[in-house]
């Protein structure tokens, strides 16, 4: 599975961005798709998720903010990203998990607020 992410870019704190990540690849049915960031010096967190069924998840910290969605006829996933703060910072990288390959990862967004 290739996962290509795109949509990062500055933005002034309480702007929006909209993230993008396209998946291709054949023989392979997504389970779940996801959004990931790092920021500076921290750990690697999961932001959202989204099951093929539709269901969601949220990081406490964007929730009412971020929303995650996905077509599954095109095999792409969005998080739109509203009231943006500088904390919101890092480089953000989709998720698709699998049951052949299991866990892709795409090559990572650079999301930059200021304030």
């Known amino acids: 599975v290739q996962l290509q992410a795109s949509g990062g870019g500055l933005v002034q704190a309480g702007g929006s961005l909209r993230l993008s990540c396209a998946a291709s690849?054949?023989?392979?049915?997504?389970?779940?798709m996801g959004w990931y960031r790092q920021a500076p010096g921290k750990q690697r967190e999961r932001v959202a998720v989204?099951?093929?069924?539709?269901?969601?998840d949220y990081v406490d910290s964007v929730k009412g903010r971020f929303t995650i969605s996905m077509n599954n006829a095109q095999n792409t996933m969005y998080l739109q990203m509203n009231s943006l703060k500088p904390d919101d910072t890092a480089v953000y990288y989709c998720?698709?998990?699998?049951?052949?390959?299991?866990?892709?990862w795409g090559q990572g967004t650079l999301v930059t607020v200021s304030s």
């Open positions: 998720n698709a998990y699998t049951l052949r390959f299991g866990n892709s």
């Open positions: 690849g054949s023989g392979f049915s997504i389970n779940t």
């Open positions: 989204i099951g093929s069924g539709g269901s969601t």
